[in-house]
Protein backbone atom coordinates (compact mmCIF):
# COMPACT_ATOMS: atom_id res chain seq x y z
CA UNK A 1 0.00 0.00 0.00
CA UNK A 2 1.42 3.70 -0.77
CA UNK A 3 2.17 5.74 2.01
CA UNK A 4 -0.38 7.29 3.82
CA UNK A 5 -0.55 11.35 4.12
CA UNK A 6 -3.16 11.08 7.52
CA UNK A 7 -6.54 12.02 8.28
CA UNK A 8 -7.40 16.03 8.70
CA UNK A 9 -10.11 17.35 10.59
CA UNK A 10 -12.34 20.85 9.76
CA UNK A 11 -14.58 22.56 10.96
CA UNK A 12 -16.65 25.67 10.30
CA UNK A 13 -14.87 27.36 12.68
CA UNK A 14 -11.49 26.23 11.24
CA UNK A 15 -12.06 27.51 7.81
CA UNK A 16 -9.39 30.06 7.41
CA UNK A 17 -6.74 28.40 9.01
CA UNK A 18 -3.50 27.76 7.60
CA UNK A 19 -3.92 24.01 7.30
CA UNK A 20 -3.60 22.72 3.91
CA UNK A 21 -3.81 19.73 1.89
CA UNK A 22 -0.64 18.05 0.45
CA UNK A 23 -0.95 19.32 -3.55
CA UNK A 24 0.51 17.09 -5.10
CA UNK A 25 0.23 16.16 -8.78
CA UNK A 26 0.84 12.31 -8.21
CA UNK A 27 -1.32 9.53 -10.32
CA UNK A 28 -1.33 7.63 -7.09
CA UNK A 29 -3.31 10.32 -4.67
CA UNK A 30 -7.01 11.35 -4.65
CA UNK A 31 -7.63 14.69 -1.86
CA UNK A 32 -11.34 14.83 -0.57
CA UNK A 33 -13.45 17.25 0.98
CA UNK A 34 -16.25 15.25 2.81
CA UNK A 35 -19.36 16.49 4.50
CA UNK A 36 -19.67 13.48 5.94
CA UNK A 37 -18.50 12.26 9.33
CA UNK A 38 -15.34 10.86 9.13
CA UNK A 39 -16.90 7.05 10.83
CA UNK A 40 -19.28 7.31 7.51
CA UNK A 41 -16.77 7.62 4.72
CA UNK A 42 -13.57 6.94 6.17
CA UNK A 43 -13.59 3.06 6.21
CA UNK A 44 -14.69 2.97 2.93
CA UNK A 45 -11.92 5.29 1.76
CA UNK A 46 -9.58 2.53 3.51
CA UNK A 47 -11.12 -0.31 1.23
CA UNK A 48 -10.17 2.03 -1.74
CA UNK A 49 -6.43 2.60 -0.77
CA UNK A 50 -6.16 -1.29 -0.11
CA UNK A 51 -7.54 -2.21 -3.29
CA UNK A 52 -6.18 0.42 -5.67
CA UNK A 53 -3.08 1.93 -4.01
CA UNK A 54 -3.96 5.15 -5.04
CA UNK A 55 -3.50 7.15 -1.61
CA UNK A 56 -6.95 9.14 -0.33
CA UNK A 57 -6.31 12.32 1.85
CA UNK A 58 -9.68 13.06 3.51
CA UNK A 59 -10.47 16.63 5.06
CA UNK A 60 -13.87 16.52 6.98
CA UNK A 61 -15.60 19.35 8.01
CA UNK A 62 -19.79 21.11 7.71
CA UNK A 63 -20.77 21.43 4.33
CA UNK A 64 -21.02 25.12 3.88
CA UNK A 65 -17.83 25.56 4.92
CA UNK A 66 -15.98 22.97 3.01
CA UNK A 67 -18.11 24.90 0.20
CA UNK A 68 -16.62 27.98 0.87
CA UNK A 69 -13.16 26.99 1.52
CA UNK A 70 -13.55 25.05 -2.61
CA UNK A 71 -14.73 28.71 -4.13
CA UNK A 72 -11.87 30.79 -1.98
CA UNK A 73 -9.31 28.12 -2.77
CA UNK A 74 -9.94 28.05 -6.61
CA UNK A 75 -8.14 26.46 -8.74
CA UNK A 76 -5.22 26.45 -6.69
CA UNK A 77 -7.75 23.67 -4.62
CA UNK A 78 -5.76 20.36 -3.75
CA UNK A 79 -9.37 18.62 -3.73
CA UNK A 80 -10.43 16.20 -6.25
CA UNK A 81 -13.69 14.68 -5.06
CA UNK A 82 -16.48 16.52 -2.67
CA UNK A 83 -19.11 14.76 -0.46
CA UNK A 84 -21.80 15.78 0.88
CA UNK A 85 -25.50 15.27 1.75
CA UNK A 86 -28.59 16.24 0.20
CA UNK A 87 -29.70 17.66 -3.58
CA UNK A 88 -29.86 20.99 -2.45
CA UNK A 89 -26.60 21.28 -0.67
CA UNK A 90 -24.81 19.47 -4.45
CA UNK A 91 -26.86 21.94 -6.54
CA UNK A 92 -25.20 24.57 -4.71
CA UNK A 93 -21.71 23.13 -5.32
CA UNK A 94 -23.02 23.26 -9.06
CA UNK A 95 -24.03 26.76 -9.26
CA UNK A 96 -20.93 27.99 -7.21
CA UNK A 97 -19.07 26.42 -10.17
CA UNK A 98 -16.88 24.07 -7.97
CA UNK A 99 -17.67 21.22 -9.65
CA UNK A 100 -17.16 19.33 -13.16
CA UNK A 101 -18.93 17.34 -15.88
CA UNK A 102 -16.99 14.17 -16.02
CA UNK A 103 -17.98 10.85 -18.07
CA UNK A 104 -17.99 7.55 -16.85
CA UNK A 105 -19.93 4.81 -18.19
CA UNK A 106 -19.85 2.89 -15.07
CA UNK A 107 -21.75 5.20 -13.14
CA UNK A 108 -24.43 5.78 -15.76
CA UNK A 109 -24.86 2.60 -15.76
CA UNK A 110 -25.18 2.27 -12.16
CA UNK A 111 -26.95 5.26 -11.04
CA UNK A 112 -30.59 5.88 -12.07
CA UNK A 113 -30.77 9.27 -14.03
CA UNK A 114 -33.03 10.92 -11.51
CA UNK A 115 -30.44 9.99 -8.77
CA UNK A 116 -27.26 11.82 -10.63
CA UNK A 117 -27.18 15.63 -12.16
CA UNK A 118 -28.35 15.81 -15.58
CA UNK A 119 -24.83 17.15 -16.85
CA UNK A 120 -23.09 15.01 -14.70
CA UNK A 121 -21.65 17.07 -12.39
CA UNK A 122 -22.29 15.04 -9.08
CA UNK A 123 -23.92 11.37 -8.84
CA UNK A 124 -25.59 9.77 -5.76
CA UNK A 125 -23.99 7.32 -3.34
CA UNK A 126 -26.65 6.37 -1.02
CA UNK A 127 -30.63 7.52 -0.31
CA UNK A 128 -32.66 8.37 2.43
CA UNK A 129 -36.47 8.53 2.88
CA UNK A 130 -38.10 11.33 4.89
CA UNK A 131 -41.41 10.58 5.42
CA UNK A 132 -43.73 10.72 8.70
CA UNK A 133 -43.31 8.81 11.80
CA UNK A 134 -46.46 8.01 14.33
CA UNK A 135 -46.79 7.79 18.02
CA UNK A 136 -48.09 4.36 18.21
CA UNK A 137 -50.64 5.08 21.12
CA UNK A 138 -52.15 8.46 19.71
CA UNK A 139 -52.30 7.25 15.99
CA UNK A 140 -53.96 5.02 13.90
CA UNK A 141 -51.85 4.81 10.94
CA UNK A 142 -55.13 4.31 8.53
CA UNK A 143 -55.55 8.20 9.80
CA UNK A 144 -52.37 8.65 7.40
CA UNK A 145 -51.99 9.31 3.93
CA UNK A 146 -49.76 11.90 2.48
CA UNK A 147 -47.74 15.06 3.20
CA UNK A 148 -50.57 17.31 1.80
CA UNK A 149 -52.65 15.57 4.77
CA UNK A 150 -50.61 16.91 7.69
CA UNK A 151 -51.91 20.06 6.66
CA UNK A 152 -55.65 18.89 7.67
CA UNK A 153 -56.96 21.04 10.92
CA UNK A 154 -57.20 17.29 12.56
CA UNK A 155 -53.60 17.64 13.12
CA UNK A 156 -53.88 20.79 14.89
CA UNK A 157 -51.01 20.71 17.84
CA UNK A 158 -49.81 17.37 16.73
CA UNK A 159 -46.89 17.70 14.79
CA UNK A 160 -43.05 18.69 15.46
CA UNK A 161 -40.86 19.79 12.50
CA UNK A 162 -37.13 20.52 12.35
CA UNK A 163 -37.22 24.46 11.24
CA UNK A 164 -37.02 26.07 7.41
CA UNK A 165 -33.61 26.46 7.59
CA UNK A 166 -33.07 22.73 7.35
CA UNK A 167 -32.07 21.23 4.32
CA UNK A 168 -33.88 18.34 4.20
CA UNK A 169 -37.35 20.33 4.94
CA UNK A 170 -36.41 23.09 2.23
CA UNK A 171 -35.65 19.80 -0.31
CA UNK A 172 -38.96 17.77 0.72
CA UNK A 173 -40.94 21.39 -0.43
CA UNK A 174 -39.03 21.60 -3.17
CA UNK A 175 -40.14 18.47 -4.39
CA UNK A 176 -43.73 19.52 -3.26
CA UNK A 177 -42.86 22.48 -5.54
CA UNK A 178 -42.66 20.29 -8.52
CA UNK A 179 -45.21 18.04 -7.66
CA UNK A 180 -48.15 20.44 -6.79
CA UNK A 181 -47.09 24.07 -7.64
CA UNK A 182 -46.62 27.03 -6.27
CA UNK A 183 -50.14 27.64 -5.06
CA UNK A 184 -51.04 24.56 -3.95
CA UNK A 185 -47.86 23.98 -1.94
CA UNK A 186 -48.29 27.44 -0.13
CA UNK A 187 -51.34 26.99 1.33
CA UNK A 188 -50.18 23.80 2.34
CA UNK A 189 -47.17 25.15 4.23
CA UNK A 190 -49.89 27.15 5.85
CA UNK A 191 -51.76 24.86 7.32
CA UNK A 192 -48.70 22.58 8.21
CA UNK A 193 -47.03 25.31 9.83
CA UNK A 194 -50.34 25.90 11.87
CA UNK A 195 -50.86 22.36 12.90
CA UNK A 196 -46.76 22.54 14.86
CA UNK A 197 -47.39 21.58 18.11
CA UNK A 198 -44.34 24.27 19.50
CA UNK A 199 -41.65 26.22 17.50
CA UNK A 200 -39.61 24.34 15.42
CA UNK A 201 -36.15 23.16 16.99
CA UNK A 202 -33.51 21.07 17.41
CA UNK A 203 -32.64 17.82 14.05
CA UNK A 204 -34.86 14.76 13.40
CA UNK A 205 -33.55 12.91 16.39
CA UNK A 206 -34.54 15.38 18.40
CA UNK A 207 -38.11 15.51 16.54
CA UNK A 208 -38.41 11.52 17.18
CA UNK A 209 -37.75 11.69 20.61
CA UNK A 210 -40.53 14.49 21.25
CA UNK A 211 -42.59 12.56 19.56
CA UNK A 212 -42.62 9.34 21.87
CA UNK A 213 -42.27 12.02 24.92
CA UNK A 214 -45.75 12.82 23.94
CA UNK A 215 -45.07 16.39 23.16
CA UNK A 216 -46.43 15.33 19.43
CA UNK A 217 -48.23 12.88 17.90
CA UNK A 218 -46.19 13.14 14.61
CA UNK A 219 -43.05 14.17 12.61
CA UNK A 220 -40.82 14.36 9.44
CA UNK A 221 -37.62 12.75 9.61
CA UNK A 222 -34.92 11.02 7.59
CA UNK A 223 -35.10 7.28 7.94
CA UNK A 224 -31.34 6.66 8.90
CA UNK A 225 -31.94 8.85 11.77
CA UNK A 226 -34.68 6.26 12.84
CA UNK A 227 -32.51 3.52 11.80
CA UNK A 228 -29.55 4.52 14.06
CA UNK A 229 -32.04 4.31 17.27
CA UNK A 230 -32.91 1.18 16.32
CA UNK A 231 -29.37 -0.03 16.02
CA UNK A 232 -28.53 1.56 19.41
CA UNK A 233 -27.73 -0.27 22.62
CA UNK A 234 -29.25 2.08 24.92
CA UNK A 235 -32.78 0.93 26.70
CA UNK A 236 -34.29 4.43 26.14
CA UNK A 237 -33.75 4.27 22.09
CA UNK A 238 -35.34 0.86 21.76
CA UNK A 239 -38.45 1.94 23.71
CA UNK A 240 -38.40 4.62 21.47
CA UNK A 241 -38.62 2.50 18.57
CA UNK A 242 -40.79 0.64 20.23
CA UNK A 243 -43.05 3.42 20.47
CA UNK A 244 -43.05 5.40 17.20
CA UNK A 245 -44.26 4.10 13.83
CA UNK A 246 -42.71 4.37 10.46
CA UNK A 247 -45.67 5.44 7.77
CA UNK A 248 -44.88 5.53 4.21
CA UNK A 249 -46.17 8.70 2.68
CA UNK A 250 -47.68 8.86 -0.54
CA UNK A 251 -47.54 5.82 -1.70
CA UNK A 252 -50.77 6.49 -3.92
CA UNK A 253 -49.71 8.80 -6.08
CA UNK A 254 -45.70 9.62 -6.44
CA UNK A 255 -44.12 8.07 -3.50
CA UNK A 256 -42.38 9.05 -0.47
CA UNK A 257 -40.15 11.89 -0.65
CA UNK A 258 -36.13 10.60 -1.20
CA UNK A 259 -33.08 12.47 -0.95
CA UNK A 260 -29.11 11.26 -1.38
CA UNK A 261 -25.89 11.84 -0.26
CA UNK A 262 -23.21 12.32 -2.78
CA UNK A 263 -20.41 13.37 -5.03
CA UNK A 264 -18.88 15.33 -7.45
CA UNK A 265 -15.17 15.71 -8.83
CA UNK A 266 -13.96 19.07 -8.00
CA UNK A 267 -13.45 21.56 -11.08
CA UNK A 268 -9.67 22.03 -9.88
CA UNK A 269 -9.18 18.31 -9.51
CA UNK A 270 -5.39 17.72 -10.48
CA UNK A 271 -6.09 14.01 -10.16
CA UNK A 272 -9.51 12.90 -12.30
CA UNK A 273 -9.14 9.67 -13.06
CA UNK A 274 -8.25 8.44 -9.18
CA UNK A 275 -11.43 11.03 -8.36
CA UNK A 276 -13.26 8.90 -11.14
CA UNK A 277 -12.25 5.83 -9.72
CA UNK A 278 -13.00 6.58 -6.48
CA UNK A 279 -16.60 7.34 -7.02
CA UNK A 280 -17.30 4.55 -9.01
CA UNK A 281 -15.72 2.67 -6.30
CA UNK A 282 -18.20 4.09 -3.26
CA UNK A 283 -21.01 2.92 -5.91
CA UNK A 284 -19.92 -0.78 -5.54
CA UNK A 285 -21.62 -3.36 -4.15
CA UNK A 286 -19.37 -3.70 -1.26
CA UNK A 287 -19.86 0.00 -0.65
CA UNK A 288 -23.52 0.09 -1.22
CA UNK A 289 -23.83 -2.54 1.21
CA UNK A 290 -21.18 -0.65 3.61
CA UNK A 291 -24.11 2.17 3.99
CA UNK A 292 -26.87 0.23 4.33
CA UNK A 293 -25.46 -1.99 7.21
CA UNK A 294 -24.05 1.24 9.10
CA UNK A 295 -25.75 4.21 8.49
CA UNK A 296 -29.61 2.34 7.34
CA UNK A 297 -29.19 4.15 4.18
CA UNK A 298 -30.89 2.66 1.04
CA UNK A 299 -28.54 2.06 -2.21
CA UNK A 300 -28.71 3.59 -5.05
CA UNK A 301 -27.93 0.74 -7.32
CA UNK A 302 -30.93 -1.26 -7.60
CA UNK A 303 -30.61 -4.98 -6.57
CA UNK A 304 -28.05 -4.23 -3.81
CA UNK A 305 -28.48 -5.59 -0.12
CA UNK A 306 -30.53 -3.40 2.23
CA UNK A 307 -29.58 -4.18 6.19
CA UNK A 308 -32.12 -6.23 8.37
CA UNK A 309 -33.66 -2.87 9.90
CA UNK A 310 -34.38 -1.52 6.89
CA UNK A 311 -36.43 -4.49 5.53
CA UNK A 312 -38.46 -3.95 9.49
CA UNK A 313 -39.46 -0.59 7.99
CA UNK A 314 -41.01 -2.19 4.66
CA UNK A 315 -40.80 -1.60 1.23
CA UNK A 316 -42.18 1.32 0.19
CA UNK A 317 -42.65 3.13 -3.17
CA UNK A 318 -40.19 6.00 -3.61
CA UNK A 319 -40.65 9.62 -5.39
CA UNK A 320 -38.66 9.77 -8.86
CA UNK A 321 -38.53 13.01 -9.37
CA UNK A 322 -35.28 14.33 -10.43
CA UNK A 323 -32.99 15.84 -7.62
CA UNK A 324 -32.18 18.12 -9.74
CA UNK A 325 -35.11 19.79 -9.43
CA UNK A 326 -34.36 19.79 -5.53
CA UNK A 327 -31.92 22.21 -6.06
CA UNK A 328 -33.04 24.32 -8.61
CA UNK A 329 -36.50 24.49 -6.84
CA UNK A 330 -34.14 25.73 -3.33
CA UNK A 331 -34.82 29.35 -3.37
CA UNK A 332 -38.46 29.32 -4.04
CA UNK A 333 -38.81 26.62 -1.27
CA UNK A 334 -37.02 28.66 1.16
CA UNK A 335 -38.92 31.62 -0.02
CA UNK A 336 -42.08 29.38 0.05
CA UNK A 337 -42.00 28.76 3.29
CA UNK A 338 -40.79 32.51 4.86
CA UNK A 339 -44.43 33.37 3.73
CA UNK A 340 -46.10 30.40 5.48
CA UNK A 341 -44.58 31.59 8.93
CA UNK A 342 -42.15 28.24 9.29
CA UNK A 343 -39.15 29.34 11.06
Sequence with gaps: MA??????????????????LPVLADSDLVNVYSARKEALIKPLLDKFEAETNIVVNLVTGNADALLKRLQIEGSASPADVFITVDAGRLQRAKDAKVLQSITSETLDAAIPA??????????????????????????????????????????????????????????????????????????????????FAKPPAGGDTDQLRAVNAGVCD????????????????????????????????????????????????????????????????????????????VNSEYPVVAGSDVSSVLREFGDFKADTVELSKLGENNRAAVELMDRAGWK
Design 114 to 195: HLRDTDRQWYGLSQRARTIFYAKDKVDPAQLSTYEDLADPKWKGKICSRSSNNVYNQSLVAAMLEANGTEQTENWAKGFVKN
Design 218 to 293: LTLANTYYFGRLANSSKDADKQLVNNVGVFWANQDDRGTHVNVSGAGVTKASKNKENAIKLIEFLTSAESQKWYAE
Design 3 to 20: NRFGIFALTAGTLFSSFA
